[in-house]
């Protein structure tokens, strides 16, 4: 019961999180011991992002009750994203290229070259960084993939608070 209701969904958030690349010295069973004792046992008050919250209830037995009520080793939680919005500035010289760019990235979804004080509007989806808030995981992104770009002057994220999106005929 506690290998298939505690232990197996824990390492798979942990192993789907890729927390293993923060801690380079220590297993998944390390980690599966350090957030079991300071998340359920000790209870210890946290500095680093609230994903684990959002994805660990605070009692074990809390844990083990939803796990029970799976019908597959599928944990849906593990699988949130985040949608945002980038406004982007750029030299227009460059414009072409820069589109390129961002449309070869592959969390970008959708770029356009827009009409009025941004150049650029670009849709990215990103997959939840287990211990980082939205914003760290946005930011992160921002800095490694898009700031990086030459000719991009300025960005601005917009991040929804709902979204409704209606499903268009096929072009």
Do not use: C
């Amino acid at each position: 019961d506690w290998y298939n209701t505690i232990y197996t969904p824990l390492t798979t958030i942990i192993n789907n999180g890729k927390l293993i690349k923060y801690f380079p010295k220590r297993s998944v069973a390390d980690l599966y011991t350090y957030i079991a004792y300071h998340h359920w046992e000790r209870t210890s008050n946290r500095r680093y992002g609230i994903g684990i919250d959002r994805l660990l209830p605070r009692s074990m037995e809390a844990f083990r009750t939803a796990m029970l009520e799976k019908d597959t080793p599928d944990y849906p939680e593990m699988k949130r994203s985040i949608t945002a919005f980038i406004m982007i500035n750029i030299n227009f010289s460059t414009a072409m290229k820069i589109l390129d760019k961002l449309y070869a990235i592959e969390e970008v979804q959708e770029v356009h070259s827009v009409h009025g004080t941004i150049d650029i509007l670009v849709k990215i989806i990103l997959k939840r960084d287990f211990l980082a808030s939205d914003a760290e995981t946005i930011a992160e992104f921002l800095d490694n993939k898009i700031r990086r770009i030459n000719g991009i002057n300025r960005t601005q994220t917009i991040i929804p608070g709902i979204s409704m999106v209606k499903q268009t005929f096929s072009r």
